[in-house]
């Protein structure tokens, strides 16, 4: 139950709520004692005809007698010391029931009626009132639990999706998708019914068997005590069965996530699994998923069951501990069994049936107690998933006290445009900035299946780049460049070497303002359900509506547009679906255009397009490349961004091989030569 006090932070703020769900958790055990308690009217009304007054009257007339005949063994016992105490005790006892018991002929007894049938109506009465007010009180209880544990679901999702957000990319990849989702909906909302049965199962239903037990210890206090003494089996045996359960929960949240992975797999790529036919392929994995998770369930309920049949067995010994000798007492009209006294003379009909029906009580309240374990457990085990969301931390961490980011643009140093060539401000002179890469070895921390690390992805690498630069990265699958430049947002930090732009290795400047200064448009657009507009304006949240006209028309956006009923309001889709695939380049284009970045990083930007809007993008970029470091990664470089190109760098096995122009490179680099051989590129442009 350790994860359940890591919640404690998350439950503080709702205290008050709490305590007065407490408060109403002991009038509910207050209300169910006291119904139970009209088993002794009901008995004395109905099974033997007696008026309450008279029988009020006879027990003060029998415990009087009973302190009379101790008064007696006491005077006559004197040289026994023994004996004079137990008869002390006992005369002491019966004279403690005559005065509560005179005090009720007193106070309750006049409000009383005499005629029994009125009585009864009277004891009925009582018993609904006392059910109103008891049902009142849980409905209390339920709302102020209630609305506390779902803030307190609504906190811990929002915390764990921050830290998730604040995890460095390469953690989020290994982790996947399902991974998360089941976390935050499926595992969260376990944790939140655990919570529910600790914070009101947990306290109302021991309240009410404790109410019980007091109202049968006043009953007759050694019979009850007969069956406390079996509780301690109940609790190891639920304490054992709870490490069982805890156990096979994680098995279950598991195949849950497992679960959410094959769904998610499939309809991420339903048209592969359409095209292809495979639909039997994705039909047997998730078979196989939904077997995994009945085998783990059925485990959970198999011990979840016997833990309950368990528990009410026990139960049921612990009320037969009372039962069978209070029994014999009743029938042999004896307080001893077996030598020991169990009772204040002789026990009748009515006090039997009132001390099992308490007792009957608190075996209700067991048996609820043993059906709470299950959540309980699973509850914990939810809860630890979820915490370690919470506890993983980023491989990417922030600077201490960042420091401030350099500009790279020469347009932030007060460069114009004149003539065609650039010309300096009132005295402001442009520096010259650079991104340079320092001895960078970067390895991806997941392993093979024989357990042995991966090798580098990237090997002691050094490149310098200077400002206004447009660099072309281009090397086979898995040379490194994609892992190399994206380095430069901090997706991941290299094991060793260094980033630096400017000199300021960026693991001393802030993430957040890194980031701005940055552009990326990728292969895979990533674009959101949402408007036209919207998608735009992702690239810098607090844009005008001009500006996001302007990047939409820089980005060629507009024509398509134009020819939509809703225009910018058009909503695009899951993943943009609802637009072609130069059009949603396009429109990736126009929000890495408006976030004006001094950085742009266009990863296989245009490797999935047609060739006219291939050329589309090779005109926007004409324009909006000057002045500002662009890194371009491809396979291989296309003949149609070539006039875009400043420098080439060839990358191959994690390490740089060659830098220069596309006619250099062609003469003298024999990986830039098979790259482009195989893309039908045999000479310079």
């Not at 009743?330 to 001893?336: F, R």
């Not at 050094?462 to 490194?480: F, I, Y």
Request: glycine share 6%; charged share 20%.
């Amino acid at each position: 139950m350790n994860a359940y006090a890591r919640i404690l932070p998350y439950l503080w703020p709702y205290r008050r709520a709490l305590v007065l769900s407490a408060f109403c958790a002991l009038a509910i055990s207050f209300f169910w004692a006291a119904n139970l308690s009209a088993t002794l009217p009901v008995v004395e009304l109905l099974f033997k005809g007696k008026s309450l007054h008279t029988y009020v009257d006879d027990k003060i007339t029998e415990y009087q007698g009973e302190v009379d005949e101790q008064q007696r063994v006491a005077d006559a016992e004197r040289d026994d010391p023994h004996k004079l105490d137990r008869a002390l005790r006992k005369g002491h006892a019966a004279a403690y029931r005559v005065s509560l018991l005179t005090m009720v002929r007193d106070q309750l007894m006049p409000w009383v009626p005499q005629d029994n049938f009125r009585t009864m109506c009277l004891v009925l009465l009582g018993l609904v009132i006392g059910t109103v007010f008891k049902g009142t009180f849980i409905y209390l209880e339920d709302i102020l639990v209630g609305d506390a544990i779902n803030h307190v679901i609504i906190d811990v999702r929002k915390d764990c999706f921050r830290h998730a957000l604040n995890m460095d990319y390469q953690s989020l990849s290994a982790n996947g998708s399902a991974h998360f989702t089941s976390r935050l909906v499926n595992d969260i909302e376990v944790l939140g019914a655990g919570l529910h049965a600790m914070l009101i199962r947990v306290v109302r239903e021991p309240l009410k068997a404790g109410g019980c037990i007091l109202f049968a210890f006043m009953v007759n206090w050694r019979l009850t005590l007969l069956s406390i003494l079996v509780m301690p089996c109940l609790g190891w045996m639920l304490h054992r069965f709870g490490r069982s359960l805890k156990k096979a929960s994680h098995g279950t949240l598991e195949s849950i996530t497992a679960l959410q992975k094959a769904l998610t797999e499939t309809f991420d790529s339903a048209k592969a699994v359409i095209a292809f036919g495979n639909g039997r392929k994705h039909r047997n994995q998730f078979h196989h998923a939904n077997k995994f998770y009945w085998s783990k369930a059925r485990r959970v309920l198999r011990l979840s069951s016997l833990s309950r049949q368990l528990s009410e067995l026990i139960g049921v010994a612990a009320v037969l501990a009372a039962v069978f000798p209070g029994s014999y007492l009743l029938l042999n009209q004896t307080d001893t069994f077996l030598g020991i006294q169990l009772s204040e003379g002789v026990p009748d009909e009515a006090q039997l049936a009132l001390l099992y029906g308490l007792l009957a009580g608190t075996l209700d309240s067991i048996r609820k107690m043993s059906s709470v374990n299950r959540e309980l457990r699973r509850g914990s085990a939810a809860c630890e998933r979820v915490l370690e969301i919470i506890d993983q931390k980023t491989q990417v961490p922030e600077p201490a006290e960042p420091r401030p980011m350099p500009r790279l643009s020469s347009r932030a140093c007060g460069v114009q445009e004149a003539g065609g060539e650039g010309a300096v401000e009132s005295g402001v002179v442009p520096r010259s900035f650079e991104i340079r890469f320092e001895g960078v070895v970067f390895r991806y921390f997941s392993h093979t299946k024989d357990g042995v690390t991966r090798p580098p992805a990237l090997n002691n690498v050094d490149l310098t780049v200077r400002q206004g630069e447009v660099v072309a990265v281009v090397g086979a699958n898995g040379s490194g460049k994609s892992t190399l430049i994206n380095l430069i947002p901090r997706f991941f930090d290299p094991d060793t070497g260094r980033v630096l732009i400017d000199g300021v290795n960026i693991r001393e400047v802030s993430s957040r303002e890194l980031r701005s200064r940055i552009g990326i448009v990728s292969q895979e657009t990533l674009l959101f359900d949402d408007t036209i507009f919207n998608n735009i304006r992702y690239g810098k949240m607090d844009a005008s509506n001009e500006e996001i006209e302007q990047a939409a028309q820089q980005a060629h956006v507009m024509p398509f547009v134009a020819q939509l009923p809703d225009g910018f309001d058009t909503m695009i889709g899951e993943k943009g679906m609802k637009l072609s695939g130069g059009q949603r380049q396009r429109l990736a284009l126009a929000r890495a255009i408006i976030r004006d970045p001094d950085i742009l990083i266009l990863d296989e930007a245009t490797s999935a397009i047609d060739a006219q809007s291939e050329q589309i993008i090779h005109n926007v970029l004409k324009s909006f490349v000057k002045d500002r470091t662009v890194f371009i990664i491809s396979h291989v470089f296309n003949e149609t961004f070539l006039d875009l190109v400043t420098r080439i760098v060839v990358m191959d096995n994690g390490r740089v091989v060659a830098t220069g122009t596309h006619v250099e490179l062609l003469a003298s680099c024999p990986t830039y030569q098979r790259l482009n051989q195989a893309n039908g590129i045999t000479k310079a442009a």
